[in-house]
């Protein structure tokens, strides 16, 4: 499948994905090997071990990654950025069901808050009539619905990789290493029968690609431990709150769009539901002696 529908030569969706994997992979063994636990890594791995801890959160995320770039080329950026925080909402109720990690009532609030974001989103989204297509439907079914899915296998692949990592005692670079090439071959094998496998077979994997695609490609690959490194100084809701400005931002620089009312509607709730999930966490009370 393509990326959209415009008339000029579309990079496939499965080709990004699969690049964005093999980036990940270089990354993390590179991020191993400076701080000396690849070859602990490679002496311990198991083939039994790496399916168990990291087999269906890879094929998870090989599915999630694919609705996301179809979302992508569908929605404007900040709508997208938005849209795709919904998976706190799915990262909580996994996580409660596979590791009964509570919530507080503050945090119960914000996912509410982030609900009602959605239902904005999703509302302002399904009456726009800007993305090529004069058929709403097109917006739902290829933009909103998509990056929903996208969300709810989002929150199930972080549950099951906060498993592995408690349970398993996986380390993080190991189970992205895992995880991408798991990943990649669920990929390769889908091109079997799928639009896009017979799109690279009659056009080339790199068909439609210019430089410049390998920028979003190596971003999104590096994305993570970049997010990582900030939110050990700065805290995860800083970075996302930061990052979701930012794309306001951007999107009226390069593409001379304005938010949409509803988008500005649903920015400051996304934040402040963000704001609060991550200020008031569930603590554990004390009994008293």
């Known amino acids: ?18 690049a964005c994997e093999m980036v990940k992979v270089i990354c993390a063994l590179v991020l191993m090997a400076k701080d000396g636990s690849l070859n602990k890594a490679l002496k311990e791995w198991t083939l039994i071990g790496s399916l168990s801890a990291s087999g269906l959160p890879a094929a998870i995320y090989a599915l999630q990654n694919s609705l996301l770039q179809i979302s992508y080329r569908n929605l404007d950026s900040l709508t997208f950025s938005m849209l795709n925080q919904t998976k706190l909402i799915f990262t ?30 999703s509302i302002g989204e399904g009456s726009r009539k800007d993305y090529g297509s004069d058929n709403p439907d097109e917006i739902i079914f290829y933009g909103i619905i998509p990056v929903l899915i996208a969300s709810v296998l989002s929150g199930l692949a972080s549950a099951l990789c906060q498993w592995a990592s408690q349970v398993k005692k996986h380390s993080s670079y190991l189970m992205t290493v895992e995880m991408s090439l798991v990943g990649s071959l669920c990929l390769l094998v889908s091109t079997y029968k799928s639009p896009d496998g017979e799109a690279m077979r009659q056009h080339g994997f790199f068909y439609g690609w210019t430089p410049f695609t390998m920028i979003p490609v190596f971003i999104n690959a590096v994305g993570g431990i970049l997010v990582g490194l900030v939110t050990s100084y700065a805290g995860g809701g800083f970075v996302i709150v930061s990052a979701l400005l930012v794309t306001a931002l951007l999107q009226f620089v390069f593409d001379g769009k304005p938010p949409s009312l509803y988008c500005l509607l649903a920015l400051p709730l996304v934040m402040a539901s963000i704001s609060i999930y991550q200020k008031y966490p569930y603590r554990v009370k004390k009994k008293e002696a």
Request: charged residues 15%.
């Open 1 to 18: 499948m393509y990326l959209d529908g415009r008339k000029e030569r579309n990079v496939i969706v499965t080709s990004s994905v699969l």
């Open 92 to 121: 909580a109720l996994f996580t409660y069901i596979i590791l009964r990690q509570r919530q507080s009532i503050e945090q119960i609030g914000a996912l509410f808050i982030l609900i009602l974001a959605a239902v904005l989103l």
